[in-house]
């Protein structure tokens, strides 16, 4: 059964450093988001791009994070310079259509020293 | 500011029960509805998602909508201990138009006793 994955699972960062996250969705998902869930908090939504530009995000994302589908099949979230908050798992998910079921992969668990 | 609400639990039922959770929704125009599995320090799973009023099934899990009371069950027969996890309400958000951005719940932890 086709799933999104994400590498690497754990990232270990300085603060001020720029991170990569790596998504691959699946293959014929149209729609890719970007969430992430703070220790014990909410999953929170951060960006969701289709036909390669954001079409929302939240006000999380901020000058700070990019998105971007360098070729046929990854999709990566950077953070240019992180911070301590920026701690948290991050979740990619795909869609096959705006409004229907998101599959998540399993997450790249970010931490900010 | 759009919510969902969950009962953070914990639930406890004994092993071979019917678990019932429960979410509401601020936002009356919301199209989707969606329930998520999630295990301690692993990512969501979806599990079921019901768009129009009424009852959906699927195995042992049945996903109940009333969009008119803005709310959202999901019922689980025969509970097993390998259901113990936290279970996740998301509501796709309507903002002006259709959208797709997952509102999500904090979520409502569920122990099955053995």
């Known amino acids: 059964e086709p799933e999104v994955t994400q590498t690497p699972s754990h990232q270990v960062t300085q603060m001020g450093q720029e991170v990569i996250l790596r998504c691959v969705p699946i293959?014929?998902?149209?729609?890719f988001y970007w969430y992430r869930q703070i220790l014990g908090q909410k999953v929170e939504f951060l960006v969701s791009?289709?036909?390669?530009?954001?079409?929302?995000k939240s006000e999380i994302f901020d000058d700070q994070f990019s998105v971007e589908r360098p070729d046929g099949s990854n999709f990566t979230l950077k953070i240019r310079s992180t911070k301590l908050e920026d701690s948290a798992m991050y979740f990619c998910a795909s869609s096959v259509q705006r409004g229907y079921e998101q599959y998540f992969g399993p997450g790249t668990r970010l931490t900010v020293t | 500011q759009k919510e969902v609400e969950q009962n953070s639990g914990p639930l406890s039922v004994p092993e071979g029960a019917i678990a019932s959770l429960n979410c509401t929704y601020s936002d009356r125009g919301s199209q989707s509805f969606f329930w998520y599995r999630q295990y301690s320090g692993k990512s969501p799973e979806l599990i079921m998602s019901i768009y129009s009023n009424g009852d959906k099934e699927d195995g042992r899990f049945t996903a109940q909508l009333n969009k008119a009371s803005q709310y959202v069950s999901l019922l689980i027969r025969d509970s097993q201990p390998s259901d113990s996890a936290t279970y996740l309400c998301?509501?796709?958000?309507?903002?002006?138009?259709?959208?797709?951005?997952?509102?999500f719940g904090t979520g409502t932890l569920l122990a099955v006793q053995p």
């Open positions: 791009f289709y036909n390669n530009e954001i079409s929302e």
């Open positions: 998301a509501v796709n958000e309507r903002d002006g138009g259709a959208t797709n951005k997952l509102i």
């Open positions: 293959s014929n998902h149209l729609y």
